[in-house]
């Protein structure tokens, strides 16, 4: 998993330094805008998506306000695979719990790099911590028992037990087993990071980031049953951030909803989801 996150970073930071000659923007720069950008994330424990606000402060900095769900894994999950009758299901073998995240968070953004044309990019660093509520909810498996010829005689759905032997797992029972033992577990969370945004066109938005984040609760949080668990989960992340640029001037205001919106859409029309592809 560290290799791969290597590989993506080494793949952002050419573009991180590429502010080239390329063709001047020729369009009226937003100088008074919130943003508001949905992210999509692969974390070194999970995946995750979140929403953020960026609230204007002045040129260069911004007040953001983040909302993030995560599903979290333990770094000893190893999938496993069992077959009878026609199919083949696949489970995590000693797995107790599946473990998610909601995050909300407050922080800070500081554009250290603008960008000038349309081959460079606005490099920002941020900061952000908060409040994370994690939510655990148990794991059922479909337990099968063989009669003397090898036939299945019964199903039953139970909860993880070492003593039944691998083989008589069926799978994973249906993920709505369990959801009335749910468990809420809060703890606090800080987050950091860089973002590489690479839009053609205001008021678009389109941004590679990567970053590192922490999250601490009250006790071990048990996602397994036969490893040890902990309190403390920190990851890395990389991911692809896409929104828009909310005009807060004046003059924007005074405009109806749909200049507005006519606006917003003669900016993304013809314009690729990632222009520095081009040329490749």
Do not use: C
């Amino acid at each position: 998993m560290k290799s791969l996150f290597h590989h993506i970073l080494l793949l952002m930071f050419p573009f991180a330094i590429a502010n080239g000659q390329g063709v001047m923007i020729d369009q009226p720069k937003m100088l008074f805008n919130d943003d508001q950008t949905i992210g999509v994330f692969l974390n070194s424990n999970g995946i995750g998506a979140d929403f953020r606000y960026a609230r204007y402060v002045d040129y260069r900095n911004d007040r953001i306000f983040e909302f993030s769900f995560d599903y979290v894994k333990h770094p000893k999950e190893y999938r496993s695979a069992v077959a009878y009758e026609i199919y083949t299901r696949r489970f995590v073998y000693g797995k107790e719990n599946l473990f998610w995240e909601f995050r909300g968070q407050v922080g800070n953004q500081h554009e250290i790099y603008q960008k000038y044309d349309f081959s460079s990019i606005s490099i920002r660093l941020f900061y952000s911590g908060g409040i994370s509520l994690g939510f655990q909810k148990p794991v059922y498996y479909e337990v099968v028992t063989f009669g003397p010829t090898g036939q299945i005689i019964a199903r039953d759905e139970k909860k993880f037990d070492p003593a039944i032997h691998l083989y008589n797992y069926g799978g994973n029972a249906s993920f709505t087993m369990g959801l009335d033992e749910l468990k809420v577990i809060p703890g606090i969370t800080v987050n950091t990071g860089v973002s590489f945004e690479y839009s053609e066109r205001e008021p678009m938005i389109h941004a590679l980031e990567a970053g590192i984040g922490a999250t601490l609760y009250p006790k071990d949080v048990r996602i397994m049953a036969i490893e040890e668990n902990n309190f403390f989960f920190f990851n890395l992340y990389v991911g692809y951030r896409f929104g828009s640029m909310i005009d807060i001037s004046e003059s924007a205001r005074a405009k109806s909803r749909k200049e507005r919106r006519q606006e917003r859409k003669d900016a993304t029309e013809g314009v690729p989801m990632v222009p520095f592809l081009q040329g490749l």
